[in-house]
Nanobody, 117 residues
Framework: QVQLVESGGGSVQAGGSLRLSCAGS????????MAWYRQAPGKQRELVAA???????NYADSVKGRFTISRDNAKNTVYLQMNSLKTEYTAAYYC???????????WGQGTQVTVSS
C-alpha cells in the first residue's frame, strides 16, 4: 500500500519551533518533487514549501526565512523545519508526493500544528 505519513505536529507558543516529517512507504517518492501544504479552518489548502528531487526549494512568501524544507531520498522522507512560528500558522499540514513514473499525487493524512500567543 502506497502512503505518506506525517508526524511532528503539536502545540507550541508563538516564536517556538516544530519539525514535521513525512515518510513515504510502498513506493519510491525520491524521483519527484515533494511538498508541504497547510489548511486552516475555513480556508483553502495552500502551498507552503516544495523541494525537487535535486534539492531545489521554493517557499510561500509568508514563511520565507522561517521554514526550511529538506528531504532524505534514501529514507523516502521529506521534512519541514518551522522556526519563529506565528499564530497565523495554525493549520493542518499535509505532504504531497508522486511516485517515480507515477501518474497521480499522494497526500498524507495531515498533522495539526497549533500556535498560541
Amino acid at each position: 500500500q502506497v502512503q505518506l505519513v506525517e508526524s511532528g505536529g503539536g502545540s507550541v507558543q508563538a516564536g517556538g519551533s516544530l519539525r514535521l516529517s513525512c515518510a513515504g512507504s510502498g513506493g519510491d517518492f525520491s524521483g519527484n518533487t515533494m511538498a508541504w501544504y497547510r489548511q486552516a479552518p475555513g480556508k483553502q489548502r495552500e502551498l507552503v514549501a516544495a523541494i525537487t528531487r535535486s534539492g531545489t526549494t521554493n517557499y510561500a512568501d509568508s514563511v520565507k526565512g522561517r521554514f526550511t524544507i529538506s528531504r532524505d531520498n534514501a529514507k523516502n522522507t521529506v521534512y519541514l523545519q518551522m522556526n519563529s512560528l506565528k499564530t497565523e500558522y495554525t493549520a493542518a499540514y499535509y505532504c504531497r508526493g508522486r511516485l517515480v513514473a507515477g501518474v497521480r499525487d499522494y497526500w498524507g493524512q495531515g498533522t495539526q500544528v497549533t500556535v498560541s500567543s
